[in-house]
């Protein structure tokens, strides 16, 4: 098993400062890898519901660094950390402008670019940023997914879609990795779990707090499903990566079972195997910020054997 953990796009910690010293930390540490989440702007007023907080509302305020930003930033400061999108939203984005941003990232960071993509839940950013239609969300998404990986893979290369055209363009340099960056699809829905099945290297589903507590019995009904729909597209679910996102969110709540999510318990584990932990007061007050998640994030085959 492996973890990673979250950095700060908004509040006290979102800083030039902070998010170096926590990248830098949590390299030192032998954690795996860190996650950047995805906001452009945030409406004042929502009806949208967010999924993964008992009252339906984000916790931003408005505030919110740009995901590649943050990457490119944190990129150049480190050498081994992987580093996550969690999860680019990809209908904000023009999807060759944003092949092309994945690509040079990869190539600058020596491979180290993991594309974690999901297709929103914000209707009112959906609606600020232009972006095609909210109702047509996952046909969008699946077309991004398709684009990116034709032009990173293809030179000259045109397509012609639903939502975006193309005729013999070049987007070099392809990423370093090959065939590609890997791709993990956010959420648990059947839509996502269907996304995974056919394009995605691995599943990325929120879990581990009240409004989406993702308990094993239900985890393990979702792999048994993701394996059916995996193998009916022709490909190897044993090969698929699954990280299980754990945020902390409504931290006072227990889970259905009475029980508390342990995930911060046992990455402090994890840092006193790789480090003098008990006795590193940084260390010890970054894992504790309430602002970044912990991510657990191991093979779909050795999960499924438990």
């Not at 740009?66 to 081994?80: K, N, Q």
């Not at 209908?91 to 670019?113: C, E, I, M, W």
């Not at 956010?186 to 394009?199: E, P, V």
């Amino acid at each position: 098993m492996r973890y990673g953990f979250y950095l700060p796009t908004r509040g006290p910690t979102a800083t030039r400062d902070g998010i170096l010293a926590l990248a830098r930390e949590g390299e030192r540490l032998g954690l795996h890898s860190a996650m950047i989440a995805d906001h452009i702007v945030l409406p004042v007023e929502s009806q949208s519901t967010y999924p993964y907080t008992l009252d339906g509302k984000h916790p931003s305020v408005g505030d919110a660094l740009e995901t590649f930003s943050i990457l490119g930033v944190v990129a150049g400061a480190t050498e081994r950390l992987r580093l996550v999108t969690s999860v680019l939203v990809l209908p904000y984005r023009n999807p060759v402008l944003t092949a092309k941003v994945v690509a040079s990232l990869d190539v600058l960071s020596g491979g180290r670019l993991t594309l974690g993509i999901g297709a929103g839940w914000l209707k009112e950013e959906f609606e600020a940023l232009n972006s095609p239609a909210f109702n047509a969300r996952g046909a969008v998404t699946d077309e991004w997914i398709a684009i990116f990986k034709q032009l990173w893979s293809q030179s000259p290369a045109s397509f012609d879609g639903r939502f975006y055209q193309y005729t013999d363009i070049r987007c070099e340099p392809f990423p370093v990795q090959k065939p590609h960056p890997p791709i993990w699809v956010g959420g648990h829905s059947r839509a996502a779990l269907r996304r995974t099945a056919r394009h995605g290297d691995g599943w990325h589903p929120v879990g581990a707090v009240a409004a989406s507590p993702l308990p094993p019995q239900e985890m393990r009904a979702h792999l048994d499903t993701l394996k059916q729909l995996t193998e009916a597209e022709g490909r190897d679910f044993s090969a698929l990566t699954i990280s299980y996102k754990a945020p902390l969110y409504d931290t006072g709540i227990l889970s259905p079972d009475g029980s508390r999510p342990n995930f911060l318990r046992r990455a402090r584990r994890h840092c006193q195997r790789h480090s003098n932990f008990r006795g590193d007061r940084r260390a010890r007050a970054d894992l504790r910020l309430p602002r970044p998640v912990h991510c657990a994030e191991h093979r779909a085959s050795a999960m499924v054997r438990h």
